[in-house]
């Protein structure tokens, strides 16, 4: 009986350090995104493209990668709960996320304060990154967003006077709103008209009904691709004839069945990536996430989104091979350290902001479909 015992016991220490083994063979990378919510429908296609990359480079150095993935519900206060529960019970070395500026702020200041590297995926606003050690991003960022918007509607729409339609509780669209304004501003337009609704608003009749007596070239709407698109419908049926120009959360296959023949001639900034680019506009990284993506998924196309998640994952990746560690420090040094990374949204360097240097797209509604018009590069170091 004695012996059974120890040796039931000797097997349970055999066991115990077997798994203690496996466990240190497994990298852990946290990603939180909103899965439920209002942004649930950019933090589903920006996880399609994470889960992707993963299945594309599944270990790291002979480890196994472990994604564990937690809903921020489009939600700030769950954006933060969701980062400290990644950090102090997962125990993760990364985390990817999130879309969503505000989200992605809430989130930041709780893998600041514990100094674990956070790579932000399509989190534009400025603010995401400010003053911050392990906070990064594979986006661009919106000074430069609003200043590519303004260039395109005073040289390609003609605009010398425009009007803004503001979603004013949320980050995002108030900082793009105010970037766009600036540099058409110093472009020699002018801003005829500023409106403002909330998230859930469905009926903007009343602002659009001010902004069209004001006769603008151009109404520029940094919105959410749903919100964006009742907005175009709406103003169509009011007889609005001026051209309509977004940002990049417009950038969703689900703007055009939403808003229908309302969103033709729609025009709007976004990723340089798009799976109907041109040929000889794409890179091989491109082209071989298109091919993967299709083989995937071949029931629908990917988006600009989908390609932020997955270069996320890759950054993390690449700084994890370069670092030959998975202690956060060292993989905060390497990710800081990137330079002209090849990504599906672009090539990425990191700045020391920790933005990422990039181009941006142009993409236009054009029967029905949405067509990549244009590739606008990074401003000059």
């Not at 980062?83 to 893998?111: D, N, P, Q």
């Not at 514990?114 to 392990?134: D, I």
């Not at 749903?226 to 009011?238: C, F, K, S, W």
């Not at 000889?280 to 600009?304: G, V």
Request: proline share 4%; with cysteine.
């Amino acid at each position: 009986m004695k012996v059974a015992k120890r040796f039931a016991l000797a097997l349970a220490v055999v066991f115990a350090a077997a798994g203690i083994a496996a466990a240190a063979e497994t990298v852990k990378i946290g990603v939180y995104l909103p899965i439920t919510g209002g942004n649930a429908v950019g933090g589903q296609l920006e996880l399609d493209g994470v889960n992707l990359a993963h299945k594309q480079y599944p270990e790291v150095d002979g480890k196994k990668i472990e994604l564990v993935v937690v809903d921020n519900k489009s939600d700030k206060v769950e954006a933060a709960n969701a980062v400290k529960r990644l950090i102090e019970r997962e125990k993760v070395c990364a985390i990817i996320g999130t879309y969503g500026s505000s989200l992605a702020m809430a989130g930041g200041e709780v893998a600041e304060k514990a100094g674990v590297p956070m790579v932000g995926t399509s989190c534009t606003n400025p603010l995401v990154t400010q003053g911050k050690k392990y906070v990064f991003r594979v986006c661009f960022i919106d000074p430069f967003q609003g200043a590519g918007a303004a260039n395109f509607a005073v040289t390609e729409l003609k605009a010398k006077t425009a009007a803004m339609l503001i979603e004013v509780t949320e980050d995002y669209s108030v900082g793009l709103g105010n970037f766009f304004k600036q540099n058409f501003v110093k472009l020699g337009g002018e801003v005829v008209s500023v409106m403002n609704y909330q998230k859930g608003d469905q009926d903007f009749t009343a602002q659009l009904t001010e902004i069209i007596s004001k006769n603008p070239d151009v109404l520029y709407i940094p919105a959410n691709f749903a919100e964006g698109a009742i907005i175009m419908r709406q103003a169509r049926e009011l007889g609005a004839t001026f051209s309509i120009l977004g940002g990049d959360a417009m950038d969703n296959p689900e703007m055009v069945s939403i808003g229908g023949d309302s969103v033709e001639g729609f025009s709007y900034t976004s990723f340089a990536y798009s799976p109907n680019m041109p040929e000889k506009l794409m890179s091989d990284i491109q082209k071989q996430f298109t091919k993967q993506w299709r083989e995937a998924y071949p029931d629908k196309d990917p988006a600009a989104l989908t390609g932020c998640g997955y270069d996320a994952y890759l950054l993390i990746y690449n700084a994890i091979k370069n670092a030959k560690s998975t202690d956060p420090e060292k993989i905060t040094a390497a990710i800081a350290a990137t330079k002209d990374m090849p990504g599906v949204t672009g090539t990425t360097t990191i700045n020391a902001t920790h933005d990422a240097e990039k181009p941006i797209g142009i993409i236009r509604v054009e029967n029905g479909k949405q067509v990549f018009h244009a590739i606008v590069d990074a401003p000059a170091k």
